[in-house]
Nanobody, 124 residues
Framework: QVQLVESGGGLVQAGGSLRLSCAAS????????MGWFRQSPGKEREFVAA????????YYTDSVKGRFTISRDNAKNTVYLQMNSLKPEDTAVYYC?????????????????WGQGTQVTVSS
């Protein structure tokens, strides 16, 4: 069992930055692939970024490439999402998720555990 708690969301102006954190419980964090997803009102949850269990591989949706960076610190059981050059269309609730058998990092259905989400609002 893994419990995930996101933090770091908030209100920021367009062009600004935020860093989201996701703290995980459990002693097997380093065996999980981790992902960030987001959902805005009226839309389906969408993939944002993912990172392999020891951080060697990262994946991004096209709309955030060059602006967002996913990273992890397995000693701290934490995954991060650094978000720069934020745009109003990045406004959403951001969720982190853990995948015990990562094979399809962009597929929300593949993830076993989810956090409660943190709101990110980007004003124009």
């Amino acid at each position: 069992q893994v419990q995930l708690v996101e933090s770091g969301g908030g209100l920021v102006q367009a062009g600004g930055s935020l860093r989201l954190s996701c703290a995980a419980s459990g002693r097997t964090f380093s065996s999980y692939g981790m992902g960030w997803f987001r959902q805005s009102p009226g839309k389906e949850r969408e993939f944002v970024a993912a990172i392999s269990s020891i951080g060697l591989r990262t994946y991004y949706t096209d709309s955030v490439k060059g602006r967002f960076t996913i990273s992890r610190d397995n000693a701290k059981n934490t995954v991060y999402l650094q978000m720069n050059s934020l745009k109003p269309e990045d406004t959403a609730v951001y969720y982190c998720a853990a995948d015990s058998r990562p094979r399809d990092p962009g597929n929300a259905a593949a993830y076993d555990y989810w956090g409660q989400g943190t709101q990110v609002t980007v004003s124009s």
